[in-house]
Structures are given as C-alpha cells and as structure tokens.
C-alpha cells in the first residue's frame, strides 16, 4: 500500500487511496490538512464568501430518524417567519455585503408552501434590485417546482444526499415512498437539468457508517460532478429514535475530525467547488467553521433568522449561536476567518467555479 506522502503526490485517487487519506492520524493527518489548504490556496484562493442563512420555517413533513425536527417530534413549537421578517433578512444581507442568503425550510410539498416560495423570491429580488444570489434548501420537490423557483429567481439549490450508501439511508429513514433513496437521488438529477448550482452532502459519523461508506460518499460528489458540498458531523438528538443507537456512534472528537478530513480530502479531488464549513463542526468545537476553512471550505453561513425562532429550528441539540443576533453572528465570524488565514469576499457572490466551467 502506497505512504500517505505518496498518496498526495497523486492527480488521481482510487477508492483505497480515498480510505488511507480518511484515516489519517497525527502527523499523516496534518499532511493530508497542509495539501488540501495548499491546493485550495493555488486553485480558489483563500477567501471566504458568506451566505446568510434564513430558517424561515421548520413545519414538515418528513419523519427522518435522525432529526430534531422532524414530525413526529410533538415537543417542537413550529413556527413560519413572516414575508416581512424575511425581506428584513434579506435587506441585512444585502447591506452587509454577504451577497447571497440560503432559503432553508423542513418539507412540504403543498401548493400553499411551494407558492409562497415562489412569491418570496420575487419580493426578495424586487426589494434587494436583484443583487442577491438565493440558495434555497426546502427538500424534495417535482422537477416543475424546481423549474416554476428557478424562474422566479432561485440560482442554487441544497439537498443534502444523507448517505451515498442506500442502505445506510434506510437506516436512518423510515421505509416509505416519501422518505425513498432513488427519489432524493433523482431529486438531485432534476435539479441539474433545470440549471441549478447544485449542493448536497451527507451526515459524517452516523450509526452503522464506516471509513469506506464515507469515501464512496466523496467518490459520489465527484462522479456527479456536484457543485457545492456542504456536509458535518452527526449530532444525535435525544427526540428521534435514531438516539437508541447512540452508543455504536464515534465520539465526538472522532466524528468532528472525520468532518475535516472529509472537507480536506473533498478539496483535494474537487479544488474549484464550493464547500460549507458547516454548522455542526461548530457544535462541537468553537472555532470548528475556522479550522474547517484552513483546510479547504471556502464558505460559511452565519445564520440571519430573525431572532427568537432559531431555538425552535433545533435539527441536533447544542446547536450554536441561537441566542446571538445576526450582528453578532457576523462580528464573531469576521475576526475568526482573519485569524485562520483568509479574506472573507464582501459584495461578491462567490458562485462555484465549477459550476462555472461545467457550463462553457
Ligand atoms: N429539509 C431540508 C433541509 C433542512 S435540514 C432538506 O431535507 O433538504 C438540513 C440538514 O441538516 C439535513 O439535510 C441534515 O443533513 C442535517 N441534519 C439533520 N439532523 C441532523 C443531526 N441530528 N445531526 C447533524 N445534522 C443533521
């Protein structure tokens, strides 16, 4: 088997050479960080765009095992933030130079919900002159809808995959046509031919998920030619019954460097994508978005929901900076990129590169 020093010497990557770089330890894994900043720093460069996210509600449909919000979870307060507070959202972003929001929701598939989003972004690119770059993030949805929220001005969609592994997937679903594998995948498929910048991701350190489960996860990312990734640590939650396996899980400092390594070993076989340092990392270690963009994430998302919802938008428990508000938020983050090394990108909207060289 080839040393990890060999390894990174590589252009391309087999599935084994994926594996030894995601179980890196000690000084092997400080080589595999130095390659990925090294290659992030001669492809991207090193800045940081943000992307102010809005949880507008957290009323859903779905019943994932392993989310806080889930529907069978009878103790959360839903809650719909109003057209309003979202432009207010919307209008910060916009004069804090962060250039794009991500829309983010639980999912529903009504015509009352799917239509709102519609009006919501046409009032947001009325109010902010179209300046804004608009993720949403609101499940699986027909490829009409997907189409009728491109039109009205969506420019990149989020859905997360969860697993590349569809057992694993069943794992952590329940087993029926609105929680099925081949249709989150086909979701991803419809998102593309419609024109979207496409993210998805996947939960690191779930029950049952091993070292090679999460290198054909990358190999996934890479095969689809996805354009964002935005991907973190597994957090149980004691509401959802995926909790009851919480003692096959890794600990936690295990799991939050598995996120890293992921991030690293991502950059290195996709440098010109967009990738999240990811909420969850900073659930478990403080400066977790930091360190996760000194080795290759290029994005962060402080969160912009108007104030006292975010507590209900609990998807994994000590979720943090819930009680900050957005300047806060924005605050914390500016002088903590700076130390890690990188220039956060006002006023651009930092589209991937990929994404831009898959079109031409
Ligand atoms: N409903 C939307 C997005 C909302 S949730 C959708 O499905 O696309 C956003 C992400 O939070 C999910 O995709 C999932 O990967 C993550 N998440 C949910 N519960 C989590 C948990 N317990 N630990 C870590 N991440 C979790």
């Not at 130079?97 to 009325?126: C, D, M, P, W, Y």
């Not at 697993?163 to 419809?190: D, G, Q, T």
């Not at 390594?261 to 990738?275: D, F, G, S, T, Y």
Request: net charge neutral; aromatic share 8%.
């Amino acid at each position: 088997m080839d040393s990890l020093q060999d390894i990174l010497l590589k252009k391309d990557f087999c599935r084994d050479d994926i594996i030894s770089m995601l179980s890196a330890r000690g000084h092997e894994q400080t080589l595999l960080f130095e390659k990925a900043a090294e290659v992030k720093k001669n492809t991207i460069g090193n800045f940081v765009y943000f992307r102010g996210l809005v949880e507008f509600s957290n009323v859903c449909g779905k019943d994932c095992l392993y989310c806080g919000i889930r529907s069978s979870n009878e103790k959360v307060q839903r809650y719909n933030i109003t057209d309003e507070a979202i432009l207010e959202a919307a209008s910060f972003a916009t004069d804090n130079g962060f250039a794009s929001i991500v829309l983010q929701s639980g999912e529903l598939e009504t015509s009352n919900f799917t239509s709102r989003v519609t009006r919501l972004l046409e009032k947001i690119h009325k109010l902010t002159q179209n300046k804004l770059r608009v993720t949403l993030s609101c499940g699986e949805q027909t490829e009409n809808v997907y189409k009728d929220w491109f039109n009205a001005g969506a420019q990149r969609y989020l859905l997360r995959l969860e697993s590349s592994n569809k057992k694993i997937y069943e794992k952590i679903h329940p087993i029926n046509e609105l929680h099925r594998f081949e249709k989150r995948l086909e979701a991803l498929h419809a998102l593309r031919r419609v024109g979207y910048q496409v993210g998805t991701g996947v939960m690191i350190g779930l029950p049952f998920q091993t070292e090679a489960d999460l290198a054909d996860d990358l190999i996934f990312m890479r095969d689809f030619g996805i354009d964002m990734v935005g991907m973190g640590p597994y957090l149980e939650h004691t509401e959802t019954p995926l909790y009851q396996y919480r003692n096959l899980l890794w600990s936690l400092n295990d799991r939050f460097h598995m996120g890293l390594k992921m991030i690293a070993v991502l950059r290195i076989l996709m440098p010109e994508i967009n990738i999240a340092a990811a909420t969850a990392l900073q659930a478990i270690d403080k400066l977790g978005r930091e360190k996760a963009i000194k080795v290759g994430a290029n994005v962060i998302m402080p969160n912009i929901t108007p104030g006292n919802n975010r507590d209900n938008y609990l998807l994994y428990q000590n979720k943090p900076c819930t009680d900050d508000s957005p300047e806060d938020c924005k605050n914390c983050l500016e002088v903590r990129v700076a130390l890690s090394g990188n220039e956060i990108a006002y006023n651009q909207w930092g589209d991937s590169r990929f994404f831009q060289n898959r079109l031409k």
